[in-house]
């Protein structure tokens, strides 16, 4: 998968999506959240990739795997987070964009507690 497969999929469904609205604009929305969940889709298997090297390369630095998991974590409800706003966004709904993105926000302010709390007790291990 490329970036032109991944543009010419995006284009195709947004110019029928524009033809289709005109007529029926429920259809429409449904182009667009297939458009959407097949491009998601795509790009999934090039997360786990990604997912794969970072884990190597963390177990030859000998990091904590907890923090890694943790970073892994934030970096995925940011991007669901995210691909779900938009597409209330496209459905109209602003709204429910902004309480999905405060949702995920909430999230990953809840993944970063234990990280800081550890953070705060190497500090104040280190101070005299």
Aim: charged share 15%.
């Amino acid at each position: 998968m490329n970036i032109m497969q991944i543009v010419a999929i995006g284009l195709t469904a947004a110019i029928l999506a524009l033809i289709v609205r005109q007529q029926r604009p429920d259809i429409a929305m449904m182009i667009s959240l297939a458009a959407g969940t097949i491009l998601f889709l795509m790009i999934l298997g090039n997360l786990k990739s990604v997912v794969t090297v970072v884990n190597q390369l963390s177990r030859k630095a000998s990091l904590d795997t907890i923090y890694l998991s943790t970073v892994l974590k934030v970096i995925g409800i940011s991007y669901i987070a995210e691909f779900g706003a938009q597409i209330c966004r496209d459905a109209g709904e602003s709204s429910i964009a902004s309480k999905i993105e405060l949702g995920g926000k909430v999230l990953i302010m809840m993944l970063a507690v234990p990280i800081l709390s550890a953070l705060l007790e190497t500090i104040l291990k280190a101070l005299p």
